[in-house]
């Protein structure tokens, strides 16, 4: 009898853990990310991009850092980060000189999956791949899809105009910083949450592509739009930005509607 009970409580067992396995498993069998909460890592996927004989395989690398409290909670909020010319290439360290990879390497206390791919030189950003990419996110991590927020400086401030143009829907709000956009675009960005930083003394961007910007949104009828100017910054705007805990507080007051 007590060989019996045996044999059935280990089968209870094995079964519990096939369970927990598959439960654990997005929809179409890809493996949940199981990087170390609150470190930072380097991460790469496969993607395809266009389709029938022109499609393509491309591999993004990125830079990943999980929340100290991950595995607390079953969603959190994810910031992408979008870097400057000066960091594409292929060598992700580049990738942490500035914004949020550079800060969460110092101290992870941030309450977002930070994810911030790198663009290969010469590669401006693409839509296609950065959505390909938010699409893995979160089919293999914890992230939110009500609350996915973008940002990136110089660039990565146009990439950020560029994609929340074309694909509102997916972001709870942006931050592009010290970037620019096409004001033909405004009635895309009416009803997303904006935040956009320049500096007064850029002469690199213009301060008038991110006022360009913002003054088109207001003229579709946009009231979730602001621009800070610092009167006195050159194109540096972003790291007083990125240092500035309000901006993170602002990010976690927008959320997308189910």
């Given at each position: 009898m007590r060989s019996r009970i045996g044999l059935v409580a280990v089968v209870v067992v094995?079964?519990?853990g096939l369970f927990?396995?598959?439960?654990?498993?997005?929809?179409?069998?890809?493996d949940l990310f199981d990087g170390e909460p609150g470190v930072q890592v380097d991460a790469a996927t496969e993607v395809t991009l266009g389709a029938g004989d022109s499609a393509e395989r491309a591999t993004i690398h990125y830079l990943i850092a999980l929340p100290e409290d991950y595995n607390k909670q079953d969603k959190w909020p994810l910031m992408i980060f979008l870097h400057g010319r000066g960091e594409w290439g292929n060598?992700?360290?580049?990738?942490?000189?500035?914004?949020?990879?550079?800060?969460?390497?110092?101290?992870?206390?941030?309450?977002?999956?930070?994810?911030?791919?790198?663009?290969?030189?010469?590669?401006?950003?693409?839509?296609?791949?950065?959505?390909k990419l938010l699409d893995h996110i979160?089919?293999?991590?914890?992230?939110?899809?009500?609350?996915?927020y973008l940002t990136g400086l110089s660039m990565g401030g146009f990439g950020t105009w560029a994609w929340a143009a074309a694909e509102p829907q997916r972001f709870a709000a942006a931050i592009p910083i010290c970037g620019g956009g096409n004001p033909k675009d405004a009635e895309r960005l009416v009803n997303l949450p904006i935040w956009a930083f320049h500096g007064g003394k850029d002469n690199v961007v213009a301060?008038?592509?991110?006022?360009?910007?913002?003054?088109?949104?207001?003229e579709?009828?946009?009231?979730?739009?602001?621009?800070?100017?610092?009167?006195?910054?050159?194109?540096n705007s972003w790291t007083k930005t990125y240092d500035n805990s309000e901006i993170y507080k602002w990010l976690l007051s927008h959320q997308r509607a189910k």
């Open positions: 094995l079964a519990a927990a396995s598959a439960a654990d498993k997005p929809e179409g069998g890809i060598d992700l360290s580049r990738v942490k000189i500035h914004g949020p990879p550079k800060n969460v390497e110092k101290n992870n206390t941030t309450p977002f999956v930070i994810v911030s791919p790198q663009s290969p030189k010469g590669e401006y950003w693409k839509v296609e791949k950065l959505s979160l089919a293999t991590t914890k992230a939110d899809p009500q609350r996915v301060l008038s592509r991110s006022q360009a910007m913002v003054d088109a949104i207001q579709a009828g946009g009231t979730n739009d602001k621009l800070t100017v610092y009167p006195e910054a050159g194109h």
